[in-house]
């Protein structure tokens, strides 16, 4: 049995501890947040507590679902059918059922047809590697033509990708639909989510104490700061706070933090780790004492809107969940070098809640109760061309008993915590033949 160190205390990691813990292993995690959770943990918004990012799960979230089931909280999900729409024009459009698409007014009844054909096209592929070779915009506009690719799929990778979507592969747009088309999958076409009671709070806590329970050690709070071998050990230091000692240690985190945590690595890993490009995001929670047009998501495709989309997330979350009041999520996706990286919390808020107030009218700026603005700048590796060829980073290093499992290495889905958790069974199973 091995002594195995996981760096990073996400779904990733925490999932992967489970997994070895299972397997016998002792296992020990270090997360250098104070909290566990990563982008799924929770923060306070005034008086009530909710997931700093928003999430929700599909019904095809096998491995997640498989999870939450096993941790006994599969009743503690609550399912919900949520509308989806468009700003476009200056207007609200509702883009919820095969009617409201017949009747979405941007786009005539030919490019209608061939936006429903590209999602058809999509939705039956079942791995993305061959779309690895062609740039988005080349793949839409063949299957969408010019003119929706125009209206509709370049303001909605803008409002994803900002200026980084002209570096993606067709998989980043085969991935969301597909995705997107499973949550639909249902004969009436409604969109239908799930939250967990509490948020992913709940999860986390009890994926906590299960972990305790099979004698997981986790250190909150203490960033590991070098992973060097020495000898038949791996040494994870962490600044002044004592190191941990393992026989393998598997690093979960983003890839420039895998390079700059081993020092160590070939001059070829490094290149590769190097090949990763992230977006990160910039996400204010706002709670506020009325609600907004109902959508869950809100696509904004005109111009000139500091943020990219609207989450309305008590169109899901039960408001009584929140007094009564409305949680929204204002995300605006940054590539690495956006000048919004060095603005103020303050700055920022001023320009998102122009931009809310711009979106509707007649919201005052009273009705906001409290707002929270987060920033991760790692968030999702870009799916750039070739990207298994050439970025996606391998689990060995040359480093023998240093692995990296990372959400870079997801790469038939766009990053969500079913591909995460999918990711930690599959590589857990992969790497327990080599640590019995
Ligand atoms: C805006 C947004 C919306 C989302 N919406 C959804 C959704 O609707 N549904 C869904 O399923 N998923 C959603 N996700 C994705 C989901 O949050 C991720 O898939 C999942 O949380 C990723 O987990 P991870 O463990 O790979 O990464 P992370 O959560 O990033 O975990 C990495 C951990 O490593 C820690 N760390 C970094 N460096 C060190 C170090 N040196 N030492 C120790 N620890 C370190 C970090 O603090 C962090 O806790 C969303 C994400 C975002 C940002």
Redesign the pocket.
Known sequence: MADVAI???????LSLALRLAEAGHAVQV????PGL?????PQALGEFTWDR?????LES?RA?VGLIAQLGLADRIAWGTTRTGFFTDGRFHSLSSSLDFLRFPPLSLVDKARLAGTILRASRIADGEALESIPVEQWLVRWSGRHTFERIWRPLLEAKLGVNWTRVSAAFIWAIIARMYAARRSGAKRERFGYLDGGYATLLSALRADLERRGVRIHTGS???EVRVVGAEVVVARGAAPPVTATQAIL??PCP?VTR?CPALTDAERARLGRVHYQG?I?ASVLLDRPLAGYYVTNITDPGFPFTTVIEMTALVAPATFGGHTLAYL?RYCPADDPWWARSDDEIWEDLLAGLRRLYPDLPATAVRHHVISR?RE?QALPTLHYRRDAVPSVETSLGRVHVV??AQIVNGT??????VALANAQAAALLPRFA
Do not use: F, Q, R
């Open positions: 760096v990073g205390g996400g779904i990733l990691g270090i997360e250098g947040a959770g990563g982008l799924a943990a990012y928003y999430h929700v799960i979230d997640l960033a590991a700061t979960t985190v933090a945590l995001v996400c995300p991760a968030v990372n959400s990053l969500n915590s079913n591909e995460s």
